[in-house]
């Protein structure tokens, strides 16, 4: 007879449910007679849960889309934590997503940490997900640290990260840090060596965090005895041989029943001493990694590192059965051999008679780049390639100094936030109260990249202010630079803005330089930002992701941009319409064409067919031919016309690519892709339906350039390592 709660009856009958319709699960089930010939729970199912075949993560990665329940409400899309292999993406709906809340909630208030309470990641994987977190990116050394210690000085907070990350950090500050009120440790082991540098150098406690991400699974250390707390609402935990296995009690949409989530630990049979309830255990890392001691092979996190005399931090490596190599980090503050009879007496102790190397550390030195003057950087910026420029990370040293940095913090910032975060808005209100440059087109830069900056700021009064402030840059430089100006009608208020003054001096057509589409960009996110999906028009609230039209309308015009798409943009996001022109010249005759079935498309779609079809025989070349089959799925997804998934995979493959390629162009093609979703779940195509999902997922800049500068820097690194192979009998 099983011993479960009711909460966890109830929880559990109604998970293993939604996992039926899963056929990866159905298998599994059957062979645990979980099931009755019908598909339906047998009456015994309690008894029999625990026999049901464990489910590895190699077997989802496999065919993700076999173990997708429903296509429902899904409100979330993660990753996959801790993979060694190819991550896969899962989804969840929205009660696993208030769940997830909830516990973060409850494991912060054990520290006092509240919904103001900043968390800084440092060089780690965590995307901000709330308005006082940031994260901080780049190499570890002393410009890292600079860095660091500014955005401490205005957020004081948290800093979480990986350990061996934050003991980088910790062993290069010579200064006393900035006050904080906790460290926290996740996505590695967390040692005791460890825990002593960071507490010494913070002068802070150190919480160790475990999660696994699409499993739920979620815990931390208590404050009073240190032992790691599992959420016992969210999943529920067993073990075998040491390694942890878990159901999650609120994911119906992509259910994981007894799942193996790759990790070992120790579940301790006891209550903590620290008086609150529920399971609490000992983590020992990734059940693969195994290092061999005097005493056979270990798992990692069972092999004690402790703080050492001399040595601030230090990582092993096995390099065979008679060879350890020890990285170090000595203490400045003593000796330079100090440390060493402490290190050979615990490399004897844990590895044996081994022949021991040694390597010191070396923090990286700041890079430094090539030095412009102001000519040269004006030059590049107007003239030439922006990649070119971020690449070399060249910075002009003049009067452009303050330009071009503000202007890399908004295209490629070390600091991300899910709002502008404060030291870049303090960037701006400087450049805003600079002095007037007698260079003319530095001033005119200047006046370009504050208005992009009013562009990404969500605050709308504080970006009203920003906006003025950039105009009147812009007349002290005699320049118009009239889209620059434009472009905020898409998120300010009109009356600020006041488009049909400032269209006088628009010419017919325009090709986008690199500061005006980044300035479309920004300015599409910001206006999509401040309208929820529930209060926006008709158009972008059916055709989901509303970003992708917009981003594939600027892909397909941006060598012959009008202000009349403008117009339409503005309709499109904002339903309001901005009847004023630019030139009497007409618009040339696809262009002209493109604009009114759009405009019909958004206003009354039931009545647009004409346009359509006038758009059809217009369509010579491939990439307009391309058009109208988009515009065409555009159609039906606001018409709510039946999408017919074998035609319009087709469609796609032949005009974008592929769904798995790489190289697929999909952007536009995202709400058509969104909207096969669902027919082709109910035809039984789950893996199709997985892929469509994947697909039609949209980057915005700051995930664009978080995941670009985290796939650059933000490495998990082992502390303890053995290169020598071991199999399961000398485990």
């Not at 997708?68 to 979330?76: F, G, M, R």
């Not at 509240?114 to 800084?120: E, F, G, R, W, Y």
């Not at 949409?253 to 399971?279: A, E, F, H, K, N």
């Not at 007698?438 to 208005?451: D, I």
């Amino acid at each position: 007879m099983d011993n479960f709660s009711p909460f966890l009856r109830s929880r559990l009958e109604t998970v293993l449910t939604a996992a039926l319709k899963a056929p990866g699960n159905r298998e599994r089930f059957q062979h645990g007679g979980l099931i009755t010939p019908d598909d339906t729970l047998v009456r015994d199912w309690r008894d029999r849960f625990l026999n049901l075949p464990v489910l590895k993560k190699e077997v989802i990665r496999q065919a993700p889309g076999q173990f997708l329940a429903t296509v429902e409400d899904i409100v979330y899309r993660g990753s996959t934590s801790g993979s060694r292999g190819e991550a896969y993406l899962f989804f969840a709906g929205s009660q696993w997503n208030q769940q997830r809340l909830k516990s973060r909630r409850q494991l912060w208030e054990w520290w006092r940490i509240d919904d103001n309470t900043p968390i800084i990641n440092l060089a780690s994987r965590l995307l901000p997900s709330r308005v006082p977190d940031l994260s901080v990116f780049g190499a570890i050394n002393r410009d890292c640290e600079d860095l660091l210690f500014d955005v401490l000085e205005r957020e004081s907070g948290i800093i979480r990260g990986y350990p061996s990350r934050l003991c980088e950090i910790a062993s290069l500050i010579k200064m006393q840090a900035p006050y904080i009120k906790a460290v926290i440790c996740t996505g590695e082991p967390l040692f005791e060596q460890q825990k002593a540098l960071l507490e010494n150098c913070f002068q802070a406690p150190v919480i160790n965090e475990y999660g696994c991400h699409e499993a739920a699974v979620s815990g931390w250390t208590c404050p009073e005895v240190g032992r790691i707390h599992l959420d016992e609402n969210r999943c529920y935990y067993e073990t075998r041989d040491d390694n942890l296995i878990v159901t999650d009690l609120w994911n119906e949409t992509m259910p994981l029943i007894r799942y193996q989530v790759g990790d070992r630990i120790q579940l301790y049979p006891d209550s903590c001493p620290c008086g609150r309830l529920g399971l609490t255990g000992e983590f020992w890392g990734r059940s693969e990694d195994k290092i061999g001691t005097r005493e056979g092979f270990k798992a990692v996190g069972k092999v004690a590192m402790p703080p050492l005399p001399g040595i601030l931090h230090y990582r092993i490596e096995r390099e065979s059965a008679l060879h350890v190599h020890a990285g170090i980090q000595p203490d400045p503050k003593l000796p330079q051999t100090h440390f060493i009879p402490f290190l050979e007496t615990w490399i004897r102790e844990t590895f044996g008679e081994v022949e021991l190397a040694l390597t010191a550390f070396q923090s990286p030195p700041p890079p430094q780049p090539p030095i412009w003057d102001d000519a040269e950087w004006l030059e590049m910026i107007t003239q030439a390639s922006w990649s070119k420029w971020l690449v070399s990370g060249a910075m002009p040293v003049g009067e452009a100094k303050e330009t071009a940095k503000l202007l890399k913090n908004l295209i490629s910032p070390q600091i991300i936030g899910v709002i502008l975060p404060s030291i870049i808005q303090q960037e701006i209100t400087q450049l805003a109260q600079s002095p007037v440059s007698s260079n003319p087109t530095l001033e005119n830069l200047k006046g370009r990249v504050l208005l992009l900056a009013c562009s990404c700021i969500q605050e709308s009064q504080t970006a009203v202010t920003f906006y003025h402030q950039a105009c009147q840059r812009l007349k002290n430089a005699n320049k118009k630079a009239t889209l620059d100006r434009l472009i905020p009608i898409l998120h300010l208020p009109l009356n600020v803005v006041n488009p049909p003054a400032i269209a006088l001096d628009f010419p017919t057509s325009y090709p986008l330089d690199s500061l005006n589409i980044y300035h479309l960009l920004a300015a599409f996110e910001t206006a999509l930002h401040r309208c929820p999906p529930s209060k926006r028009p008709f158009a972008p609230r059916l055709l989901h992701p509303p970003l992708a039209v917009l981003l594939g309308d600027l892909s397909a015009f941006a060598s012959n941009f009008t202000l009349a798409h403008l117009q339409h943009w503005v309709e499109f996001v904002r339903g309001q319409s901005l009847p004023f022109t630019t030139s009497e010249t007409p618009l040339p005759p696809k262009t002209a064409a493109w604009l009114q079935w759009r405009s019909q498309l958004i206003r009354n779609p039931s009545q647009a067919t004409p346009q359509l079809q006038h758009l059809e025989s217009l369509a010579q070349t491939s990439s307009e031919q391309a058009r109208f089959y988009l515009e065409k799925g555009y159609h039906h997804i606001l018409t709510q016309t039946p999408l017919d998934p074998t035609e319009w995979l087709a469609i796609i493959e032949t005009h974008a690519g592929k769904l798995t390629e790489k190289t697929a162009d999909l952007t536009p093609w995202m709400p058509i892709v969104a909207a096969l979703v669902k027919p082709l779940y109910q035809q039984n195509q789950h893996d199709l339906a997985y892929r469509c999902l994947v697909a039609a997922s949209l980057s915005t800049r700051q995930k664009s350039a978080f995941e670009r500068l985290t796939n650059k820097y933000n490495q998990k690194q082992a502390i303890l390592t053995d290169i020598t192979p071991w199999t399961a009998t000398n485990a």
